[in-house]
């Protein structure tokens, strides 16, 4: 339908044809970037806080510079430039902790849930084929 083509080319026009779906990868680090407001701070949770922001960060870079998704080359270069001073910001905020908000615990349990995620993400292709 050209009609509805062009009402939605804003959603695909940005991206080369073959990664036409990278709006919706898009739209799931800003939903998970959203969600790690809801990490209340109180407690030891702004560490939590800061490394679900970089891992989301670290995800979002790691699939620009594997599947380049933009149309153009200067776009992935921007797009990966803002990333990475978005994750020195990230990192220098987690200097400025101070330590009665860090909780050693938490800490461990999240890396626990991040290193189980990535490892079922390694696996699960091998698996599915």
């Given at each position: 339908n050209p009609h509805s083509s062009g009402v939605f080319s804003f959603?695909?026009?940005?991206?080369?044809a073959q990664r036409y779906y990278f709006s919706l990868v898009l739209l799931l680090r800003q939903f998970c970037l959203g969600l790690t407001t809801l990490i209340p701070s109180?407690?030891?949770?702004?560490?939590?806080?800061l490394l679900t922001v970089s891992a989301v960060g670290l995800g979002w870079l790691g699939l620009l510079l594997r599947l380049q998704p933009w149309r153009l080359h200067i776009g992935d270069?921007?797009?990966?430039a803002v990333t990475v001073g978005f994750l020195?910001?990230?990192?220098?905020?987690?200097?400025?902790?101070?330590?009665e908000d860090y909780d050693p615990?938490?800490?461990?349990?999240f890396l626990g849930l991040v290193m189980f995620a990535l490892t079922v993400a390694?696996?699960?292709p091998g698996i599915l084929t």
């Open positions: 959603l695909f026009l940005r991206w080369r109180a407690g030891g949770s702004v560490v939590l806080q270069f921007v797009d990966g020195a910001m990230t990192s220098v905020g987690a200097v400025l902790v101070r330590a615990s938490e800490v461990q349990n390694v696996v699960s």
